[in-house]
């Protein structure tokens, strides 16, 4: 297949998933959200089979990549009901965090536009290393952040998903199409070794 076909396409959305899931991890890893981490680290390792597998023809790959896609896409309608706080979800629970820590996104406080300020307590009796963030002017919460994350992740991933199946169609038709040429060569031109071999004696004459 010659390029700009399904299995260009397929590289490329390939490599702006792997982007996406890069940086999608960094800010993950600041906001010590665990459950992302190790969502997006299998993401990129999977990416990364199918890319292989895209770029060598192994469809067997690209079949894993396939499968991968669908439980990403159910992954990120996760997050987004989770952040959104559907179906009873809440995002001031500690789920992202294994209920390890009480971090929360890194967007909360970094967002655009946000001002935050460290506000000590003055009552007595609170330690003096205790503090309360405060968190305004943000331009666009937290969540809705999280969340266009998300629907980046599941746009990416429906259209990979459907280039992924033309890409492993075709290689299916080219392996077929192979081996019924290679079967009609080996079929025409297989022998035995002793096949038509016609032997003759030699006569030997005597001139005197």
């Known amino acids: ?3 700009c076909t399904g299995r260009c396409t397929l590289i490329f959305l390939c490599a702006l998933q792997l982007l996406a899931a890069l ?3 960094i800010f993950d890893f600041l906001g010590f959200q665990w459950a992302p981490i190790l969502g997006n680290f299998l993401h ?3 990416v990364i089979l199918g890319l292989f597998g895209t770029i060598q023809f192994r ?3 690209i079949v894993v990549y396939t499968v991968w896609t669908a439980l990403w896409v159910t992954w990120n309608v996760f997050i987004i009901c989770f952040y959104l706080e559907v179906g009873g979800l809440s995002k001031e629970t500690d789920l992202m965090t294994f209920n390890i820590s009480m971090h929360r996104s890194w967007w909360r406080e970094h967002g655009p536009g946000c001002i935050r300020r460290v506000v000590r307590p003055s009552a007595p009796g609170i330690l003096d290393d205790y503090s309360y963030v405060s968190v305004t002017g943000c331009i666009i ?3 809705y952040l999280e969340v266009i994350h998300s629907a980046i992740q599941i746009l990416l991933s429906l259209i990979g998903f459907v280039y992924a199946c033309y890409v492993i169609s075709v290689f299916m038709e080219e392996e077929d199409s192979f081996d019924f040429i290679g079967g ?3 079929y ?8 038509h071999v016609e032997l003759k004696p030699v006569e030997l004459s005597n001139e005197h």
């Open 1 to 3: 297949m010659g390029c």
């Open 23 to 25: 940086e999608r991890q």
């Open 44 to 46: 990129i390792i999977i």
């Open 59 to 61: 469809p067997r790959y």
């Open 141 to 143: 919460d937290f969540q």
């Open 184 to 186: 009609l060569d080996t």
């Open 188 to 195: 025409c031109y297989r022998q035995h070794p002793l096949e």
